[in-house]
């Protein structure tokens, strides 16, 4: 008979499960951080993640400092169409911001400490405060192309959790709460800054599935009966990391095409980011007004 005298130790696996079985994960944070911290004049204190076909963004940043995703070591690579992969440092209403222009996602073959790796570098650099945004697709039947939402939960259906593998407890707790995963107090900044720009705002529950394909119209179905308004394939893994770090979350979806089976029509990317290009200018509005209110 085994009798364990300790808990049984974990070896390989939750490295890998980082994605990072050779050389370690927060050695290679390390590097990454030092890399863009000797390319940096000031810390940023916001970071700003833009979704497909809001990159454009980005050209509103002050004093702009561009570092291609491709210099930074380690740093995963943006694949996705409508990502530019870069990150743009500068001011935006005066507030100190580091703009992560395209994200990279599971589908595109990243493991789950791949996909936090680049909040982990944010956060070391010291943002406390995370604008996410992203395409969605409208599963709640009041809404439509082009509308803004603001997340207020979500529900991780993308078969993976960022955080699983070993836990680095200098960035937090094996087991973060996420009953505020998306700050209240940002959601009402949000909620009266698209008033004071005349923008309609809708609060919603975003469910992410890890795609590529896009979902079925039974798994949509499904979606909405769980209490999900709105559906992509991002997002969620970045939360749990600026969470898991205490970093505050504010995130705007903006609704690109009604999801699947909704309308008798297929989904196209092209759609997707047709919407996105058009409300990108007020994401920007909404984005400039919410950071005047932090300032
Ligand atoms: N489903 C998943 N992700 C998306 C969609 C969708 O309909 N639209 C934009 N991103």
Redesign the pocket.
Known sequence: MTTFTQEPEMTVMPDEMNGNSAGGYDANVTEALTFVEERIASRPRVGIVLG?GLGSIADAVENAAAIPYGDIPHWPRTTAQGHAGRLVFGDMEGVNVVVMQGRVHHYEGYSAGELTFPMRVLGELGISTLFAT????GINLGYKPGDLVAVYDHINFMGINSLAGRNNEKWGPRFPDMTYAYDREYLEMLESAAMEEKISLRRGVYIA?S?PS??TPAEIRMARVMGADI???STIPEVLAANHMNIRVAAVSCV??L??GVKPEK?HHQE?LDSMTRAACSMERLLRAFLRKIS
């Open positions: 497909s992203n395409a969605s697709g599935f795609g896009f979902e559906v992509g394939m690109a095409n999801a699947a989904l997707v």
